[in-house]
């Protein structure tokens, strides 16, 4: 985009300077006659300058009121005697007023042509265009002179005069016309679309991202609006010369934060220029509203000066960084920055100062137009670099994300390794553990008795079986099921059923319908199986019970929701001094034995799985009887 702005800078650049001299450089025979009509060169001119006396006299055209008499208006009659002019097979014929103003009636021969507004009232501006005025066939006269009036009148300060006539057939005219008015007016109303289009994308751009480049621009480019708008504009609703004064504070708003844009772009910001620039800004607008208050043109051409002056100051970082940085857009800057001063001085020189033969046509608006284009190319080439750079860091984060997760897979296997190996070695000691306290425990004690000088084998027989039942359920509770609490119960009765027969005990199982459960560690299961192994070895050493009753129920509408295990016997019940609920001792014979810890195993293991635990005489057993009740609550998954 940077490459095509300044190709176009190259190739449009020469077409800046043709307007200046279109009045002029025509060729034209002896008799100052053209291939498209006459070209009429002076008037005699009756001029009106307020506060001035009248004057008559021959001017010559292209004639700038401004210049002849600056920070005044007035009124001015123009006479020209039209020679014959042949037109072509009797077709229409035509005049073309390159410029006049600022209101305008024009007669030939006595008979009205044409009116640009009404004469004395400046709600009107007829000097922003060219005109076309048709000349009827009945008022043409091919062969002889005939008298055209130009009547004007004039604002202070608002470019006023005439430019030059010509006076032909109508079609070449017309042309010709068109030609003017794509130059000045429809180039206006595309420069003024084109920077109000791209000031609000910069203005957009500045609040999405606060880039004083972009404010800059769109300050600029906005103020740059109003400028084009007045030179296509005739009817403005702001009286003159307040709308004067409004231009010209538009057009230094304009010039001078290009210039601040131009050193945005490049990243050159030395504090003293970007202070003058601001500085050259404030000077430049005082000096147009004062210029305007006061009816002091010089006041407004030092401010054009000024701004002059400080794009000039500017050029050398332009050039510098175009030249020995080498950056490709100070390449461009500068072309188009060069195109501006060139512009700005032949607008100030000729078109404003009238020096060097003086110009009708300003050049300013068609450089500045550049910078659009340069924004633009600013625009697509960040947003394809933004573009390009998040490609790129998608790439390298994608790169990124895709060494963690390799890493992270890396670390849960590394941590799943740890945690089966933590399992297994919990596991293991879990289990020497319970061969310590179950089996080892039994057979210490067999040791005791075995060891002794008459051991009783039925004491011998009782240690055996407890050990096999120790090492049984510690075998059971490796098995997978023991979340399964219907099968954890039905594999302790499997294990305990040929004891209860050999000791001729009934036992009545009523197990109801257990509902999935949460599972539970196979510790807890261990220390189910263990509490109801204590009840049990209780009933078969003290309670002489002929039949045990096993309850088991599910209670999942209380909170929380529990499973109720009940075991009743009929046996001999508790002693009087270990009975009840709250007691710690066994059942004991009428020898009454020393109480041991059976009970306060089975209470510590019952606190250990968050159980309750009651031991207390049963209620339907008149002659005795002992009621275990757990309560263990166990959520639903």
């Known amino acids: 985009m940077l490459a095509a702005a300044t190709l176009s800078l190259l190739v449009l650049a020469p077409a800046l300077l043709l307007p200046a001299s279109t009045g002029h450089a025509r060729s034209v025979d002896a008799a100052g006659s053209l291939p498209d009509g006459m070209d009429v060169r002076s008037a005699e001119a009756t001029l009106e300058p307020d506060g001035l006396p009248p004057q008559v006299r021959r001017v010559q055209l292209p004639f700038r009121w401004d210049h002849a008499f600056p920070g005044r208006g007035g009124k001015a009659s123009y006479r020209i005697e039209l020679p014959a002019v042949a037109v072509p097979e009797g077709g229409p014929a035509a005049l073309l007023l390159s410029g006049v103003g600022n209101q305008v009636t024009i007669s030939l021969d006595g008979a009205l042509l044409a009116s640009f507004g009404s004469l004395g009232n400046p709600g009107y501006d007829a000097a922003k265009g060219s005109q076309l005025v048709p000349v009827a066939a009945a008022l043409h006269r091919s062969d002889q002179p005939q008298q055209l009036v130009i009547r004007t009148t004039l604002q202070r300060q608002r470019g006023g005069g005439l430019a030059s006539i010509r006076y032909g057939a109508e079609a070449p005219l017309a042309a010709l016309y068109r030609t003017q008015q794509n130059w000045r007016n429809n180039s206006a109303i595309v420069y003024s679309v084109s920077l109000l289009l791209m000031g609000g994308l910069a203005g957009g751009l500045w609040l999405r991202q606060r880039d004083a480049l972009y404010g800059c621009f769109a300050l600029a ?8 708008l007045d030179r296509v504009w005739p009817e403005v609703p702001v009286p003159w010369p307040l709308w004067g004064a409004l231009v010209a504070v538009c057009y230094a708003c304009h010039i001078g934060l290009i210039a601040r844009f131009v050193l945005l772009v490049l990243d050159r910001n030395p504090p003293w220029l970007v202070r003058s620039i601001y500085g050259a800004l404030a000077l430049s607008v005082t000096l147009a509203c004062a210029s305007f208050a006061l009816a002091k043109p010089l006041l407004w051409t030092i401010g054009l000066v000024v701004l002059q002056v400080t794009a000039i100051v500017c050029l050398p970082y332009v050039i510098h960084g175009a030249l020995v940085a080498r950056r490709r857009i100070a390449g461009v800057l500068m072309a188009a920055g060069m195109l501006a001063i060139l512009a700005g001085a032949h607008d100030l020189l000729l078109v404003r100062m ?34 390009a750079d998040y490609g790129a860091l998608n790439a390298s984060l994608s790169a990124r994300v895709a060494e963690r997760e390799e890493q992270l897979r890396g670390a849960f296997e590394t941590v799943r390794l740890q945690q089966q190996e933590q399992a297994v070695l919990v596991e293991r000691q879990r289990i020497m553990r319970e061969i310590h306290d179950g089996v080892g425990s039994q057979l210490v004690g067999l040791l005791n008795v075995v060891t002794q000088p008459a051991p009783d084998r039925a004491v011998v027989e009782e240690h055996v079986k407890l050990a096999l039942d120790e090492m049984r359920m ?70 002489a019970a002929t039949r045990i009753v096993m309850q088991v129920s599910w209670h999942g509408d209380e909170a929380p929701p529990l499973v109720r295990i009940v075991l009743t016997d009929n046996g001999r019940g508790l002693s009087r001094t270990t009975g009840g609920t709250g007691g710690t001792g066994e059942r004991v014979d009428a020898a009454a034995r020393p109480a041991g810890h059976g009970i306060s195993n089975m209470r510590s293991r019952a606190q250990a799985i968050g159980a309750r635990l009651e031991i207390e005489p049963a209620d339907d057993q008149a002659g005795g009887g002992t009621r275990v009740r757990l309560e263990w609550p166990c959520a639903m998954p």
């Not at 480019?221 to 084009?228: F, H, I, P, Y």
């Not at 009238?354 to 080439?381: D, N, W």
């Not at 594999?491 to 209860?500: A, K």
């Not at 027969?501 to 220390?527: C, H, K, R, S, Y």
């Open 221 to 228: 480019a906005l103020s740059g609006v109003t400028r084009n």
């Open 354 to 387: 009238g020096l060097f033969g003086g110009a009708y046509y300003t050049l300013t608006p068609h450089a500045m137009f550049f910078f659009v284009v340069i924004l633009a190319g600013l625009v697509v080439e960040r947003y394809s670099r933004t573009v």
């Open 474 to 543: 510690a075998v059971d509770s490796l098995q997978p099921t023991q979340d399964d609490l219907s099968t954890v119960l039905a594999t302790l009765r499997y294990r305990l059923q040929p004891r209860l027969d050999a000791a001729g005990i009934e036992l009545v199982w009523n197990v109801a319908l257990i509902p999935t459960i949460e599972p539970f560690a196979a510790q807890a299961a261990l220390q189910l199986q263990r509490i109801l192994l204590e009840a049990f070895t209780n009933v078969l050493k003290h309670a």
